[in-house]
């Protein structure tokens, strides 16, 4: 989860924090809009390296069984607008959206927003 231009991204991540742990969720969302609020930085740990890196290596293991099995793959990470990129992947119907980007505008209403 991060701020760019008034806008708060949600990652995969932290959509799956979210389902685990609202609380959880919550607390990074207090630390990202009032940062001076909680310090939730972690010292640097060999063992989080590790599981970082296993992670990483899953989600390559999962992808390339997507690819292997056929299925349609939009990748979002590097695209230049990532949040259209992925409504685009969504429209088209894709199967596999990786490294997907969503985003909430703040300053509009939750009674104003389209679904």
């Known amino acids: 989860m991060h701020i760019n ?15 685990e742990s609202p609380f ?26 590790i599981l970082q890196d296993k992670g990483e290596a899953h989600e390559l293991e999962a992808l390339a069984s997507f690819k292997s099995k056929g299925m349609t793959i939009i990748q979002c990470q590097h695209a230049e607008d990532p949040e259209q990129e992925t409504i685009s992947a969504m429209e088209a119907g894709a199967d596999v959206i990786y490294q997907a980007s969503l985003s909430k505008d703040p300053s509009v209403p939750a009674t104003m927003r389209q679904n």
């Open 5 to 19: 231009t008034n806008q708060i991204h949600f990652s995969p991540s932290d959509l799956t924090q979210f389902l």
């Open 24 to 49: 959880a969720s919550w607390m990074e969302h207090l630390a990202l809009t009032n940062p001076d609020c909680i310090n939730q930085s972690d010292d640097p740990d060999a063992m989080l390296s």
